[in-house]
Every structure is written in C-alpha cells, then in structure tokens.
C-alpha cells in the first residue's frame, strides 16, 4: 500500500473544539545520556508540536537543565545517576512511552531497560539504543506490548535481523520479526517503510533533507504524540511517516537541502498538518 494525502486522511481525527490538555494525551520520552540529551530535547519537543496534550521526559539529571531551558512546555523527570539511566521509577499513567533515543547502552541502563520491558503494560515506540540494546538480548521481544512500534534505520535493522543478501530477503526477515512479535515496524530510509505483520506500506514523502542528525528522533517523538492521542500504532506509524518526510517537502525548497536540520522539521509539523488536511 502507497502512503499519501488520501491515506493520511482516512487516519485523521480533527481536534474537538471543546478539548483540553488532560484529554489530548499524555506521553512520555525516555532517554538520552551524557552528550546526547539533545536526542531527548528533538523527541519531547516533537511530540508536543503534534498535537501530544502533555508531554514528560525521563533523563539522567546531567539533562535537566538542558530539557526545561530547551522545552519549557515539558515537564522532566529525572534519573538518581547524572550520565546514563539507570533506575525507571516511574507510575503508568502515560499513554504512550517512546523509549530509546540518545540512551547509551551502558550495562546499568541495560539492565534497567529489561526490568523496564518486564513490568510495563503501557503503548511503546522503541528507537535507537532501545532496538540496539534488544538487538543483543533478542529473547527480550517477547515481553513488548502487542503492536510496540520499532523504528530502526539500516544499521539497526541489520543489527536486529542480521545481515540480508537481497531487498527481497530483508523483506521477508523484517515480515517475519513482525509477525512473530506482533510489532509495527518503521523501516527508515528512502523510501521508509511501515510494515505490519504481512503488508508493507510505502511513504511517498520526504527527501534527502531529512538525512540528518536527530531526524529519527524527531520521528520517533512525532509516532509517540499519535499513540498518546489514541491513535492505533499502526495508523501513527503510518501518519508520522507521512508528516515527517512532509515536513521536508515543504520546508527543503526554501531553505535547501543541506541547510534543513532536525528542528526544521519540528518547526515544518504545522505546515505539514494544514497541507495534508487542506
């Protein structure tokens, strides 16, 4: 199936005129360590920008300061340890978690992130440090949610499924992984992918724009937004997809693209909205 205008729209749910902030979703965005807080900073903010009534993010304390100065709409909870996670104290009541961006994969955070998997009932988005970690501990599929969404990028995905000898045997690994763990998997490149156990959706957004630092993760906070606003993961999956490469079709003219960065395309998810229900 093609990912476009017409199938976004088929997804989309318009604001009641009447919501507030308590209704609208409530998300929460866990990572981030030492030197790469700002993967956390691109998520949060993301998720706010479409549509998320609230959004909370969980870091190391050395990200605190750089969360609430960044994003001051989000509110942030903080880890004991000051450079990587190491303890998920947290109470369920978020609609949705996306987990993973920019958090290391030192053995506490690790170990900290399975007895996460173990305990936990609420909606994921799983990303970056999250799929490499799970990649080495593959048995850890098993605790995920029915429909967690995992959105590797080439490297990842090779990580997690093993190296492939043709498109068509990639293909079929990744058909297979969702199928027996019941995952919506976003398959990042050009074109992405969002596959769900035997269908295959292809996005026909986006364009080399988005080949750049924290665009993934301005992804995976766009997803996160959807699922906390009660969309089903597999129609945020193919909705985020949709926006985010939209963001770059609208915003890479003006601007080039060498010159769009991640928060570009943050800065592009309202313009993309009003085109794609224009």
């Not at 998997?185 to 992918?193: C, N, S, Y």
Request: glycine share 8%; net charge negative.
């Amino acid at each position: 199936m093609i990912i476009n205008k017409s199938e976004f729209l088929k997804r989309y749910c318009p604001m009641d005129q009447n919501t507030h902030k308590g209704i609208q979703g409530h998300a929460l965005i866990i990572g981030g360590s030492y030197g790469k807080i700002g993967s956390i900073v691109l998520a949060s903010k993301a998720c706010l920008k479409t549509g998320c009534g609230l959004v909370t993010a969980f870091v190391p304390k050395c990200g605190y300061e750089i969360v609430q100065i960044s994003n001051p709409e989000v509110m942030v909870l903080t880890d004991d340890n000051l450079d990587h996670i190491s303890n998920l104290n947290i109470e369920n009541n978020f609609q949705a978690i996306g987990i993973g961006m920019g958090m290391g994969q030192d053995k506490q955070t690790q170990s900290t992130f399975h007895n996460f998997l173990k305990s936990n009932k609420v909606p994921l988005i799983i990303d970056a440090d999250g799929i490499n970690i799970l990649s080495q501990n593959i048995e850890w599929l098993n605790l995920l949610p029915d429909n967690t969404i995992i959105t590797p990028h080439f490297k990842e995905l090779e990580l997690l499924i093993g190296k492939w000898e043709s498109l068509e045997d990639k293909m079929n690994r990744v058909l297979q992984l969702s199928h027996k763990h019941n995952l919506v998997i976003v398959v990042k490149g050009a074109p992405t992918l969002v596959v769900y156990k035997d269908k295959i959706h292809e996005n026909t957004t986006g364009n080399q724009g988005l080949a750049t630092a924290g665009s993934g993760d301005v992804l995976s906070g766009i997803i996160t937004s959807l699922v906390a606003q009660s969309y089903a993961p597999l129609d945020a999956a193919i909705m985020g997809v949709y926006l985010h490469g939209l963001t770059a079709d609208i915003g890479t003219p003006k601007m080039s693209y060498q010159a769009f960065i991640a928060s570009d395309i943050i800065e592009n998810i309202g313009n993309a909205y009003i085109e794609s229900i224009s």
